[in-house]
C-alpha cells in the first residue's frame, strides 16, 4: 500500500515562512510527478505547485516568487518553502503524488489526507 504523509503545518503570521514536508511510503519503484494543492473554507481544492522526477516545476500563478517546490528523489519526498504568507493562503495543503509506478506493475495517484497552515493578519 502507498501512501503520502505531509507535515509542517501550523500557525504563522502574515509575511512569515512554514516549510511544508510531504514523504510517500511503501512499495514504489518511482514516482513522475509530486505536488502540493491548497483548499481553503468554502473554496475548491485549487493546485499551488508541482515537480517530476526530472525537476520541472509549476507554479500557480498567486505563488511565484513566494513558494519554493523541491524534491529528494530517493527519499520520495517532496518540500515546500513558502514565503511571505499571506492570510488568505490560510488552507488545508494536501500532498498529490502522480505516476507512483509500483512492483506490481500499477500506476497510481495518491493524496495525503493534508496539513493545516494558518496565516494570522
Known amino acids: 500500500q502507498v501512501q503520502v504523509v505531509e507535515s509542517g503545518g501550523g500557525l504563522v503570521q502574515a509575511g512569515g515562512s512554514l516549510r511544508l514536508s510531504c514523504a510517500a511510503s511503501?512499495?514504489?519503484?518511482?514516482?513522475?510527478?509530486m505536488g502540493w494543492y491548497r483548499q481553503a473554507p468554502g473554496n475548491q481544492r485549487e493546485p499551488v505547485a508541482a515537480?517530476?522526477?526530472?525537476?520541472?516545476?509549476n507554479y500557480a500563478d498567486s505563488v511565484k516568487g513566494r513558494f519554493t517546490i523541491s524534491r529528494d528523489n530517493a527519499k520520495n519526498t517532496v518540500y515546500l518553502q513558502m514565503n511571505s504568507l499571506k492570510p488568505e493562503e490560510t488552507a488545508v495543503y494536501y500532498c498529490?503524488?502522480?505516476?507512483?509506478?509500483?512492483?506490481?506493475?500499477?500506476?497510481?495517484?495518491?493524496w495525503g489526507k493534508g496539513t493545516l497552515v494558518t496565516v494570522s493578519s
Open positions: 498529490n503524488a502522480k505516476g507512483v509506478n509500483t512492483p506490481r506493475g500499477l500506476n497510481l495517484e495518491v
Open positions: 511503501g512499495s514504489i519503484f518511482s514516482i513522475d510527478a
Open positions: 515537480i517530476t522526477s526530472g525537476g520541472r516545476t
